[in-house]
């Protein structure tokens, strides 16, 4: 078995608030292999995004802390204690990152080929072929990576600023800075979610073929099922700060186990045909400052019963191999049978607590 | 022009059933280019639809195309360029004082983030409280009694009434925004975008409710967004816009499941589904190039275009949107 790129274990990120201590990312584990895609999904306020921050340490420290026993590991190398000298070699380095909003992202007084430029020359050794140095060797390639993720002229593109670009070309720049420096590890946070649905399309299958290409695992942070559906080959399924199951993209699309999992596959609408309903998750996200106490997502679920009072774990299913679930119900199949599921929510009874905040 | 549809629920009922109405519109916006030169940039262009009673049409299509200006060109919001809008059959260019209120109070708007839409100085029951008296709706005792059931109607408690917009989650500030709109009994109601700041499972909850609201109040819907699988859900007819103007329009069904324009095409073909990867997806669909340069004449569409039957005549004039079969409109010369 080949030993894991990324390797994170245990990691906690909480952070201080007027509210009291939000436990935003509580105790998950996961892996990325070499060239693989892993899609974490979830809902807003999940504690999605802030693990990719975590793993680069990108967050502000204090309000945020990394709990004793996080660990993050690259190729063996844990990343939690690492000199901050050495974490800016690894950003944009050995990891790179993209985000949703890449105006946010690109610099707006400096030309597109200038920013993709000191990409490279920040990281010249893994950018540039060997003996090559400098800004014309730099500029050589930056122009290379503009024609290759599909910038048309790109001699002259080079010149351009950001706010000359569509959403989809300057998105297609952050992918050139974040490739160039060939990383291992490519962490994409919502990389299309601000695009208009071709430009998405484009997008994915531009960096579908460059990974393929360059040998580059991705984690795919994302709210967007369908997306997950696409790009994915394995997924990470979080809620309330942690990871409540985990799947191929083919098993878990076929037979989610988790309900919570189960609940968000209903309520997406399709495209394929018109539901009588749309299944309904009742009630709201609850809060990073006040977890539910037991199985985080009991108060939401159609299945509880007693045994939710206690904290389930992440239990192995063995319906396939590395699926595994948070939820009693992997030990007591049958009474998914008998539960309800998730029905329509109806039109009358469903008036709901206004909730504190 | 956009015709009822065929077997849509108020077709029986001819032009009666027709509430909202445009014919013709256009909305140019006028700039300054780098030397002073006047631009002229058509937001819309030759936008024709009827709106019926108890019927959701919707209006989808990339940003810039022209969607939201429509709404807006629709409710009386900005003018038209050129190009009538009428309600009940009147024209609003030549409505009195009075009947344009009767009008604004008909047609409600629902927005896409609650929050920026919502006071966040004034309780929910005195938000719904002064559109009451403002419009003179209630007034006393029953305007009480009006907010709780508005509320109600929403899926929000009485309670719900003293408290403050930022009290609530984003998808109960959506049923605040829908109580709101609901408080003056409209019986059109635009909703521009009005779950894609929602979560999956929040989102399901609003479609939901807005499917069972017009069901007990026979609402019409204009319904503007951008993810097709959710137009899916709640459209009984939908138009696709592209650059300004209609480039296909029928019933929600036959749109689906044989798109004809090349673009509606691409457009399903880009939506991502959230099925396991084994399942094919449909063989109707075509890929599209990459962003288009800016044409003077022809087919907006023809630089992105993939259809295999494209070419020079496609490039020479503007298509016209045709009626191939009843109710089914479309803007293509090679389809």
């Known amino acids: 078995m080949t030993s894991p790129l990324l390797q994170v274990r245990d990691l906690r990120t909480y952070f201080a608030t ?47 802390r990394l709990l004793a026993g996080s660990s993050v590991q690259l190729r063996g190398e844990e990343l939690t204690s690492a000199a901050e000298s050495r974490l800016r070699e690894v950003r944009g380095g050995e990891i790179s990152m993209i985000f949703q909003e890449p105006m946010t992202s690109l610099n707006p007084v400096f030309t597109i080929g200038q920013q993709v430029s000191e990409a490279i020359r920040e990281h010249e050794a893994m950018s540039t072929g060997p003996g090559e140095r400098g800004p014309a060797a730099a500029k050589r390639v930056a122009i290379e990576w503009l024609d290759r993720v599909g910038i048309p002229d790109p001699e002259h593109r080079y010149g351009y600023y950001p706010h000359q670009l569509s959403g989809g070309m300057r998105q297609r720049v952050m992918i050139a800075m974040a490739l160039s420096t060939r990383p291992s590890l490519l962490i994409a946070d919502e990389p299309t979610t601000a695009l208009d649905v071709t ?17 580059t695992a991705v984690l795919l942070i994302t709210h967007d ?64 400052t006040a977890w539910p106490t037991g199985c985080r997502f009991k108060p939401r679920c159609p299945y509880a019963w007693s045994r939710c009072r206690d904290v389930p774990d992440l239990l192995r299913s063995g319906r396939a191999e590395q699926s ?31 909730g504190e905040s | 022009m956009i015709d009822e549809p065929v077997g849509g629920r108020a077709a029986s009922e001819g032009n009666g059933g027709v509430l909202l109405e445009a014919e013709g519109l256009a909305r140019h916006y006028a700039s300054r280019g780098p030397w002073g030169a006047e631009r002229i940039t058509a937001a819309v262009e030759d936008v024709s639809l009827r709106i019926l ?40 260019g030549s409505m009195s004082r009075t009947e344009l209120l009767e009008f604004r109070r008909r047609v409600q708007l629902v927005f896409q983030d609650p929050f920026g839409s919502l006071n966040p100085r004034m309780t929910v029951g005195g938000m719904l409280g002064e559109v009451l008296s403002v419009h003179a709706l209630a007034a006393g005792e029953e305007r009480g009694r009006r907010i709780t059931e508005l509320l109600g109607l929403v899926g929000l408690g009485p309670e719900a009434a003293e408290r403050y917009p930022h009290e609530f989650s984003g998808g109960q500030r959506q049923r605040i925004g829908i109580a709101r709109a609901l408080a003056v009994e409209p019986d059109v109601i635009v909703a521009d975008e009005p779950v894609s700041a929602l979560d999956v499972s929040i989102q399901a909850q609003v479609l939901n409710l807005l499917a069972d609201l017009q069901e007990r109040l026979g609402l019409s819907y204009l319904f503007i967004a951008h993810d097709l699988a959710v137009v899916r859900q709640v459209a009984d007819r939908v138009a696709v816009m592209y650059a300004g103007r209609i480039v296909e329009a029928s019933d929600a069904d036959t749109l689906y499941h044989q798109p004809l324009h090349p673009y509606t095409r691409s457009l399903l073909a880009a939506v991502p589904r959230p099925r396991p990867p084994s399942e094919k997806p449909r063989a109707t669909e075509l890929r599209e190039g990459a962003d288009p340069p800016k044409r003077a004449t022809g087919c907006a569409y023809f630089g992105r275009c993939r ?24 803007r293509c010369i090679k389809t």
């Not at chain 1, 919570?260 to 309520?267: F, H, I, R």
């Not at chain 1, 595994?324 to 998914?336: G, K």
């Not at chain 2, 490039?315 to 009843?326: D, G, N």
Request: glycine share 12%; aromatic share 4%.
């Open chain 2, 53 to 92: 009673r108890g019927e959701t049409l919707a209006l989808v299509g990339e940003s810039g195309c022209g969607k939201s200006t429509t709404a807006r060109l629709l409710m009386g919001l900005e003018p038209p360029t050129s190009g009538t809008v009428r309600y009940r059959g009147r024209d609003l």
């Open chain 1, 18 to 64: 007027d509210r009291g201590e939000a436990r935003a990312v509580d105790g998950i584990s996961f892996e990325v292999l070499e060239g693989e895609t892993v899609a974490l999904v979830g809902e807003s306020g999940c504690g999605k995004s802030v693990t990719a921050l975590s793993i680069l340490r990108l967050l502000p420290e204090p309000p945020g």
């Open chain 1, 199 to 215: 430009v998405q399309s484009q997008i994915l299958e531009l960096l579908a073929s460059l990974q393929t290409e360059l040998g």
């Open chain 1, 225 to 288: 099922l369908g997306v997950v559906a696409q790009v994915a080959d394995r997924v990470l399924v979080m809620y309330a700060g942690q990871i409540v199951e985990e799947a191929s993209v083919e098993a878990l699309f076929r037979a989610p186990e988790h309900p919570y999992t189960e609940g968000l596959l209903q309520a997406v609408p399709d495209l394929e045909e018109r539901r009588e309903r749309l299944a309904e998750i009742p009630g709201n996200v609850p809060r990073a």
């Open chain 2, 307 to 330: 259809h295999p039957a494209r070419d020079e005549e496609c490039s020479l004039a503007l298509p016209l949107l045709e009626e191939r079969s009843p109710g089914r409109w479309v």
């Open chain 1, 324 to 354: 595994a679930a948070r939820c009693w119900l992997v030990d007591e199949p049958e009474r998914r049978r008998s539960g309800s599921g998730f029905g329509p929510g109806s039109p009358d009874g469903r008036r709901e607590e206004v």
